[in-house]
T-cell receptor
Framework: SQQGEEDPQALSIQEGENATMNCSYK?????LQWYRQNSGRGLVHLIL?????REKHSGRLRVTLDTSKKSSSLLITASRAADTASYFC???????????FGTGTSLTVIP | GAGVSQSPSNKVTEKGKDVELRCDPI?????LYWYRQSLGQGLEFLIY????????KSGLPSDRFSAERTGGSVSTLTIQRTQQEDSAVYLC?????????????FGPGTRLTVL
């Protein structure tokens, strides 16, 4: 089964800097989603990008998708201490039934 | 207008005991997922329910794990004869189905500790 893999595993930046995290996956997908998790509990959906899209923006978030390389990146601009969390990418199978999550990137934004 | 809820929020049990974890999805969501997340790890898919279709149980790690979804709504994940390696946060998510492009809404999780 396919699974997204994020890198880096951990990232520490100063407040105001940009944070970039990457996700790679293995097979064809319908869409790729990014989620955020605080304190090891429930995840919150951030943004979805379809397989026919290359870039998408939502507030301070920018997501890119390169289906030829089977990779995606999440950019958080002008980071804030409140952005400190773990970020996961999730991909679906062609059927769209299951979602596969990577192991996540732990982001720490230092005030 | 509540989101996905799970109970209990925390469960401590002794090795060998059975536990039941409950998930109440968002009303009208036909798809329901269970995941397991061990400390510092990603989410491990366990089981998926879609409407009245047979569930996808391909992620259940052993026959000690089972899940039901009654009336297309509430779901219960049962772990029999718990082992210490079952200790993890169990997350439930629901989704409006009918499209590939819908997000999952997650509950807060149940933290299970097996002593």
């Amino acid at each position: 089964s396919q699974q997204g893999e994020e890198d880096p595993q951990a990232l520490s930046i100063q407040e105001g800097e940009n944070a970039t995290m990457n996700c790679s996956y293995k097979t064809s997908i319908n869409n790729l989603q990014w989620y955020r998790q605080n304190s090891g509990r429930g995840l919150v959906h951030l943004i979805l990008i379809r397989s026919n899209e290359r870039e998408k923006h939502s507030g301070r978030l920018r997501v890119t998708l390169d289906t030829s390389k089977k990779s995606s990146s999440l950019l958080i601009t002008a980071s804030r201490a409140a952005d400190t969390a773990s970020y996961f990418c999730a991909t679906d199978e062609d059927t769209g039934n299951q979602f596969y999550f990577g192991t996540g990137t732990s982001l720490t934004v230092i005030p | 207008g509540a989101g996905v809820s799970q109970s209990p929020s925390n469960k401590v049990t002794e090795k060998g005991k059975d536990v039941e974890l409950r998930c109440d999805p968002i009303s009208g969501h036909t798809a329901l997922y269970w995941y397991r997340q061990s400390l510092g790890q990603g989410l491990e898919f366990l089981i998926y329910f879609q409407g009245n279709s047979a569930p996808d149980k391909s992620g259940l790690p052993s026959d000690r794990f089972s899940a039901e979804r009654t009336g297309g709504s509430v779901s219960t994940l049962t772990i029999q004869r718990t082992q210490q390696e079952d200790s993890a946060v169990y997350l439930c998510a629901s989704r409006v189905s009918g499209s590939f492009y819908n997000e999952q809404f997650f509950g807060p999780g149940t933290r299970l500790t097996v002593l």
